[in-house]
């Protein structure tokens, strides 16, 4: 059974930082890119940021520089390590598997989490 769980949100002050946690089970880690998204209320979700199985990255632009993702493979385990938080980072936060690259788009990952609240106070 494909499992993601994610973990590490909570409430912080703007500045603050979180480090997310996406623990893969239930498929090969190492043949599949993982992706954060987000989704605040009344929004789409969107992409945060993503890591291939060879290790490339991507940043949506609201998050460069501030954000950090990686990846364990001997844990199955991806990381978002978020710095500088603002207000308009409060969302859920997921990640999601895919098979065959990154992509922006939502609707074309196989496999989701539930989500972890980020909340920034202003």
């Known amino acids: 059974e494909v499992q993601l769980q994610a973990s590490g949100g909570g409430l912080v002050q703007t500045g603050g930082s979180l480090r997310l946690s996406c623990v893969a089970s239930?498929?090969?880690?190492?043949?599949?890119?993982i992706g954060w998204f987000r989704q605040a209320p009344g929004k789409e979700r969107e992409v945060v940021s993503c890591i291939s199985d060879d290790g490339a990255t991507f940043y949506d632009d609201s998050v460069k520089g501030r954000f950090t993702i990686s990846s364990d493979s001997a844990k199955n385990t991806v990381y978002l390590q978020m710095n500088n938080l603002k207000p308009e980072d409060t969302a859920v936060y997921y990640c999601?598997?895919?098979?065959?690259?990154?992509?922006?788009?939502?609707?074309?990952?196989?496999?989701w989490g539930r989500g972890t609240q980020v909340t920034v106070s202003s």
């Open positions: 999601a598997a895919r098979s065959g690259g990154v992509s922006t788009n939502h609707r074309l990952w196989n496999y």
């Open positions: 239930g498929f090969n880690f190492d043949d599949y890119a």
